[in-house]
């Protein structure tokens, strides 16, 4: 019973700064790898950026000195810091989760939001 939901998703400005957040909830005792992928229509979808439980990032070479990926402290959130936006970043944001540990039990699946939208203008 895990939920993912996302936010901070609008309409910038080109050049504009935007930060998502998101925050997993349910029988949750520690997560294994989030990420944020992204898919803009008629593209295939991207991993934008991901990190380890121990705290290793990896970005996408489209987004790499624009895009920083965290984890936060408390709630199993995952955040993205998204700066220098263009009109090739505008999309629609989806937190993702790869395995969780359950108490004893460990579920080695996806779990996806339900998708924050990113609106850039010019």
């Known amino acids: 019973q895990v939920q993912l939901v996302e936010s901070g998703g609008g309409l910038v400005q080109a050049g504009g700064s935007l930060r998502l957040s998101c925050a997993a909830s349910?029988?949750?005792?520690?997560?294994?790898?989030m990420g944020w992928y992204r898919q803009a229509p008629g593209k295939q979808r991207e991993l934008a950026a991901h990190i380890t439980s121990g705290g290793s990032p990896n970005y996408a070479d489209s987004v790499k000195g624009r895009f920083t990926i965290s984890r936060g402290d408390v709630n199993n959130t995952v955040y993205l810091q998204i700066n220098s936006l263009t009109p090739e970043d505008a999309a629609v944001y989806s937190c993702?989760?790869?395995?969780?540990?359950?108490?004893?039990?460990?579920?080695?699946?996806?779990?996806w939001g339900q998708g924050t939208q990113v609106t850039v203008s010019t």
């Open positions: 993702n989760v790869k395995g969780i540990q359950s108490g004893r039990f460990y579920l080695p699946f996806d779990y």
């Open positions: 349910g029988s949750i005792s520690s997560i294994n790898h």
